[in-house]
């Protein structure tokens, strides 16, 4: 992974399961970034202890109270990393935080799939939004020609749940309200993908597998710290022709 730069970078739903091995792995790059943002809902609760640890012993990471679906503690957030960066831009944006609470057809009810929706979907967008001057600054202040994640990105985490082109079966995947939000995060990606690419900033999602985590659950067939690595990898290796697409950890394209 020593191909991996990146100035700086933040992550939400940072404080467990695929957001905490982010982190991790950031921390460990031949060359980490300058700094790390990790977002989580709660900096002083319990769930939060594994990231205090990592900052204790990292300078370069800043933890940083982050709700996504509020909007009050997203712009806060946004204030305090535009604070810590100092006249630098945002690298790279991973939006990573998400629920996936078990629903069927059957049971699934409005709420449900709102409350899925508002996290899953209108939480990106928003996180996005706000960090989008920071990320127009990082565009603006490389050397990095065209579109690429070491210039400036945005990546959503996606799942092949929400693949229309592909979907897997209901018997192995029973979470509508996940799924749905899923599709709908996959034509926002493509939406950001057209509209910010003139700023310089390439934005995509990308699948991380069937992943062991509190998500993915013991039943899953992929350890978390492969699927992060196959992630970064991807990430590093970004380049315009992947703009509003999405693939998954191992590069493969998703027919969503």
Known sequence: MAEAHFCSVLV??????????????????????????????????????????????????????LEATDEGSIKAAAKEAEARLAGKGLTLLINNAGVMPPSTLDSVTQEDMLSVYRINVLGPMEVTKAFLPLLTMAAQQSNEKGLSSHRAAVIN???????????????????????????????????????????????MAIHPGWVKTDLGTDKATLDVGDSVRGILHV???LCEEHAGRVVDWQGRLVPW
């Open 157 to 203: 985490i996606s799942s092949i749940g929400g693949s229309i082109g592909n979907p897997p079966s209901f018997q192995t995947f029973p979470v509508i309200a996940y799924r749905c939000s899923k599709t709908a995060l996959n034509m926002l990606t493509r939406c950001q993908a057209l509209e910010y690419k003139g700023r310089g900033i390439l934005c």
């Open 235 to 237: 990430i590093s290796s």
């Open 12 to 65: 939400t739903g940072a404080n467990r399961g695929i957001g905490l091995e982010l982190v991790r792995q950031l921390l460990r790059l031949p060359k980490p970034p300058q700094c790390v943002f990790a977002t989580c809902r709660d900096p002083q609760g319990a769930g939060a202890q594994e990231l205090k640890k990592l900052a204790s012993k990292h300078a370069n990471l800043v933890i940083l109270q």
